[in-house]
C-alpha cells in the first residue's frame, strides 16, 4: 500500500510536469530565434532555373537559374499571433566557391499575412557563404503569419547562376 502510494504522488508530479513543459512550450517560440530551414523554401517560377529535377537537399535549397532570369522563393516562418519581431536573417550563397558568380539576391520583402510590413528593393547580396540581417527597423507585430520573399536574379555572363539557401531565421520577443 505504501508503494502504491508513493507510485501515484511520483505519477502525480510526472503528469503536472508533463502538462506544465506542454504549456511553456507554446511559449517558447515567442522569445527566441526561430530558424527555419533553406528546403522549405517555395519557388514561385519552376520553369526559370534549370536544375528542376533535384533542388531540395538535406543541407538547403540549391537552383541554378537560366541566365538573364529572376526568380521569387517564398519562406513561411512559424508564428504566434501577436508576437513581435524586428530582425530576420538569411544564410544564403551564390555561385560556386572560389569562382566569381553572375547571380544575386536582390529584394527582401517580410509579409505579415497577405500585408507587405517591410521591403529592401536595394539590395545586391552575392558571394559567401554569408548571412545578411533584415532590420526592418522598429518591432513589428504579427497578426497573421510572417512570411519572407527573397527575390534572385540571374546575369547573361558565362558564370555560375547557382542559389543557395541555408536557412531563414527570426528574432521573436
Not at 513561411?76 to 538569411?90: A, M, Q
Not at 522598429?138 to 540571374?154: E, F, Q, V, Y
Request: net charge neutral.
Amino acid at each position: 500500500m505504501k508503494k502504491r502510494t508513493q507510485f501515484i504522488r511520483i505519477s502525480a508530479f510526472a503528469g503536472v510536469s508533463l502538462i506544465i513543459s506542454l504549456v511553456m512550450a507554446g511559449v517558447c517560440l515567442a522569445g527566441g530565434i526561430i530558424t527555419v530551414h533553406g528546403n522549405s523554401g517555395s519557388i514561385e517560377y519552376m520553369d526559370r532555373f534549370s536544375n528542376t529535377d533535384r533542388y531540395k537537399f538535406g543541407w538547403g535549397l540549391d537552383i541554378e537559374q537560366k541566365p538573364g532570369s529572376f526568380n521569387w522563393i517564398h519562406y513561411s516562418i512559424p508564428t504566434i499571433p501577436f508576437t513581435k519581431t524586428r530582425f530576420l536573417l538569411v544564410h544564403y550563397e551564390t555561385g560556386i566557391p572560389g569562382e566569381t558568380a553572375d547571380s544575386k539576391i536582390i529584394n527582401l520583402h517580410v509579409y505579415d499575412g497577405k500585408d507587405v510590413i517591410y521591403s529592401n528593393d536595394s539590395v545586391s547580396l552575392t558571394g559567401g557563404p554569408a548571412y545578411t540581417i533584415i532590420d526592418m527597423g522598429s518591432d513589428k507585430t504579427i497578426n497573421w503569419g510572417l512570411g519572407l520573399s527573397i527575390c534572385s536574379i540571374a546575369g547573361v555572363e558565362s558564370m555560375s547562376h547557382r542559389l543557395r539557401i541555408y536557412a531563414v531565421w527570426a528574432e521573436w520577443h
